[in-house]
């Protein structure tokens, strides 16, 4: 979510890691009304990335709420402090990182020309040691102009710690946008592999400890953004409005 995917690789091969036995630790399901739950999730405020347009608002129901037992992150075209763009950024920094386990997240994306929702991980340590050796796991990220494609990548330090080097794979799904999918990951202490309804399209194994970035806590975010450096490639389409991203479950399980 945080760098330019012009240089995306897109199908590595397969290389199987065993579920093994899970046991869930941490998980909303939305089966609530109102606001997102305080003890599970933070947000992001203000303009945050990758040059986008919207602002994102904190505990603005306008922008994130649940109700029909889904949460609602919505998109939406009107002035808020100096934008023209609101929306919403879900986080669980502060309240809930893990490391190594698998997540699992059940949503229906928005379509509209511009959006850019993702579901996606980042080293809790990152206040302290920075971006890109926190690391970066995007779990789902889906680009309006590409409606049936889904994008799962990793960003890690580069080996000489000056850079950072980005590596993903994509799956066709040509309902993203009409129907609900699950999006997982399963990480280990020697691989990461990318799922959609638990079929996976790209694995990346561990490759050795001088940047291996991924030994660490990490914490979920879930956010819809516009434009910027990839989404925004063919502008944001000002007719769209509002955009809703839908989430029925967020769920982490770990080895027992």
């Not at 089966?31 to 040059?51: L, T």
């Not at 990548?153 to 946008?177: L, M």
């Not at 806590?217 to 990839?230: R, T």
Request: glycine share 8%; net charge neutral; proline share 7%.
């Amino acid at each position: 979510m945080l760098a330019s995917f012009s240089a995306l690789v897109t199908c590595f091969p397969y290389i199987a890691i065993s579920s093994g036995e899970y046991k869930l630790v941490w998980a909303d399901e939305f089966n609530y009304h109102g606001r997102p739950d305080p003890k599970k999730w933070d947000y992001e405020a203000g303009f945050v990335r990758n040059k986008e347009p919207q602002f994102y608002t904190r505990n603005r129901r306008e922008n994130a709420r649940v109700e029909g037992r889904y949460l609602v992150i919505e998109a939406r075209k009107e002035p808020f402090d100096s934008a023209s763009y609101t929306s919403a950024s879900l986080v669980t920094l502060g309240k809930f990182q893990f490391q190594y386990g698998k997540v699992e997240v059940r949503a229906k994306l928005p379509s509209g020309r511009g959006s850019w929702p993702a579901i996606w991980m980042m080293g809790a340590d990152r206040p302290l040691v920075g971006w890109p050796r926190c690391g970066e796991l995007d779990i789902m990220e889906h680009i309006a102009h590409e409606p049936s494609t889904i994008y799962g990548t990793i960003h890690q330090i580069s080996p000489d710690g000056k850079g950072h080097v980005s590596k993903g794979g994509k799956a066709e799904i040509p309902t993203a946008t009409s129907d609900f999918h699950v999006y997982g990951m399963e990480w280990t202490p020697k691989a990461i592999k990318f799922t959609v309804d638990d079929q996976p399209y790209f694995d990346f194994p561990y490759n050795g400890p001088t940047h291996w970035t991924f030994d660490r806590p990490m914490y979920l975010l879930i956010n819809l953004a516009l434009g910027g450096n990839w989404a925004g490639k063919f502008g944001i389409d000002d007719n769209m409005f509002p955009q809703q991203f839908l989430i029925d479950y967020v769920r982490v399980y770990q080895m027992k």
